[in-house]
């Protein structure tokens, strides 16, 4: 009896004692674990600075779409229609401003208004009609489809007529100088100071206790390494893509939507417990509307950026990026019940598939088993993540 006491005291201490690693960081291991085996197998092209440049083109147009897929996941429904809307977006905006002599810009904002009001359409018949969001996406995926091929008229159209690029082609094609790079580096670096100043003062002054000064330290100065790593990198071919710079941009708006602001808040309590959220008095409908709504104009942001990454519109653009968009946000963390996910997560989630996409891209291996890689990656990803308990809630 003694020694089962002894036993029973040691687990309780090791339970209580025991470290926990943030999901955050066991995924930028995993990422740099991956980038450098895949920069092993690949003779170091995958770390060349064209190619770093290229990844971070590419990147960021799957990462804004999961951003925008976050959104909609957090208040607990899916949206399978994501990929088709991204694939209209782009095809309006092409066909205004090359058969209709629309400007580019104007062109471009129609497209992403058109997103706008189709996603609240959507979000309608979910709140209001209580149709399940899976079958509203999954009837949009394929009446959007359709509709987009009736834009193009099957065609392929190009983003910049004649060759001569405008605001939408230099979505993909614009980079920052190295001067111009660094400046935003340091604007930023200048930011997240004063953003933990203040987060650390407001907490002081609400008398909570705050996290040791070290490790907040160590976090924000391995931050800084990273991006400034980046940095150097990209200038060593044409400088930091614009891409990086939207999906960050957008980024850190939702992380403050999030985090910050009770719109926020009660996006995620809608998606943890919906009937617990409408009797504390959270006005579940419109919290929906908006999240469906905000998820279109993200939509209709990727349609233009992958339309110009590709210079044309035609019948495939957006085909199955739905997909990759739920792929980061489960990779990333985000409980596809709702009410559990990090903006953090999901850029770390699409950077891991990215990643894998480009270095088997560079080893030459052909499309087919790249599906079956990347799903592997995904099914193994979770099922370690469930295993381990972080996400015993996804099922």
Known sequence: MRWERVERETNDFMELNKVVIPREVTLLGALVVLAGCLAAATGGALLDPRNVSQLLVEVPVNAVLAVG??????????????????????????????????????????????????WWGMGWLVVRQRVPAFIVTLGGLQALKGLFWVVIENRTVPVAPGGVQNVVSGLTTSYLGAATGWAVWGLVVGLSVVAVWRRRARRAGLGLVNEEAEPVFLRWFLGVQASALVVVVCNGYRGIPLPMVILCGLAWLVHVLLRHTVLGRYMVAVGGNESAARLSGVPVGAVTLFAFAAAGAVVGLTGLMQTAYAGYSTADIGTLMELDAVAACVMGGVSLRGGSGTVTGVLLGAAIMGVLAKGLSLMGVGPELKYMVRGGVLVLAVWLDVRSGGAARMA
Request: proline share 2%; with cysteine.
């Open 69 to 118: 897929m976050l959104l909609v996941i957090l208040t607990g429904h899916i949206d399978l229609a994501a990929g088709s809307g991204v694939g209209l977006t782009g095809g309006i905006m092409a066909v205004l401003a090359t058969r209709h002599g629309v400007a580019p810009g104007i062109a471009a904002c129609c497209a992403v208004v058109v997103a706008v009001v189709l």
